[in-house]
């Protein structure tokens, strides 16, 4: 089945940029997500990306997407204390509907 | 404006009691979703409805069953807790791709 693995935690200084990477095996994804989760809520939607893209900015956001290799990262540039949550990678196939393969989160801690 | 909204947010049960957990959605969208999130296994698809009167299995379903009520409400069963239930559960609807979360229900099973 499909599989998505990311790295389970970064620690990063105020003001630098983060970068989190992701993995994914199914060859049929088209669209790829990433999710925020703050601690004690739910999951939010931050941004995704077609399967027919490579890069995606919105804002401080900066998703690239590296079809040949199964590779998503994102980059949040000047990263703020605020940024500290657990994201999250997903995809979906698209057309065979809306269920969503997730990562296993990677922990992000934002350091002053 | 609620979105989505889980009772209870905490329960303890003891292995083999039975409980359900309530979930309603206040936007109209006709697909739901039960997830677990376990530490460092993301989030796994337990049951979905896809629209009211209709529900399919996801990828860890036993030990569940779901109803979908009507087209607000989408509830999650325990017939007969286990320890491995232990989790946090969330409910999620969706609309143009993405989901929208309620803020969960930390479940321990004794």
């Known amino acids: 089945g499909e599989d998505v693995e990311q790295s389970l935690f970064l620690s990063v200084r105020e003001g630098d940029s983060s970068v989190i990477n992701c993995t994914y095996t199914?060859?049929?994804?088209?669209?790829l997500y990433w999710y925020k989760q703050e601690p004690g809520a739910g999951l939010q939607l931050l941004t995704y990306?077609?399967?027919?893209?490579d890069m995606k900015q919105d804002q401080r956001l900066t998703v690239l997407l590296n079809k040949k290799d199964k590779h998503l990262s994102l980059r949040i540039a000047d990263t703020q204390t605020g940024d500290s949550a657990i994201y999250f990678c997903a995809e979906s196939p698209g057309a065979a509907g809306n269920k969503l393969t997730f990562g296993g989160g990677t922990r992000v801690l934002v350091k002053p | 404006n609620a979105g989505v909204t889980q009772t209870p947010k905490f329960q303890v049960l003891k292995t083999g009691q039975s409980m359900t957990l309530q979930c309603a959605q206040d936007?109209?969208?006709?697909?739901m979703y039960w997830y677990r999130q376990d530490p460092g296994m993301g989030l796994r698809l337990i049951y979905y409805?896809?629209?009211?009167?209709?529900?399919d299995k996801g990828e860890v379903p036993n030990g569940y069953n779901v109803s979908r009520l009507n087209k607000r409400e989408f509830s999650l069963r325990l017939e007969s807790a286990a320890p491995s239930q232990t989790s946090v559960y969330f409910c999620?609807?969706?609309?143009?791709?993405?989901?929208?979360f309620g803020e969960g229900s930390r479940l321990t099973v004794l």
């Open positions: 409805s896809a629209s009211e009167g209709t529900t």
């Open positions: 999620a609807s969706i609309e143009l791709r993405e989901l929208f």
């Open positions: 990306i077609f399967s027919n893209m």
């Open positions: 199914d060859s049929s994804s088209t669209y």
């Open positions: 936007m109209n969208h006709n697909s």
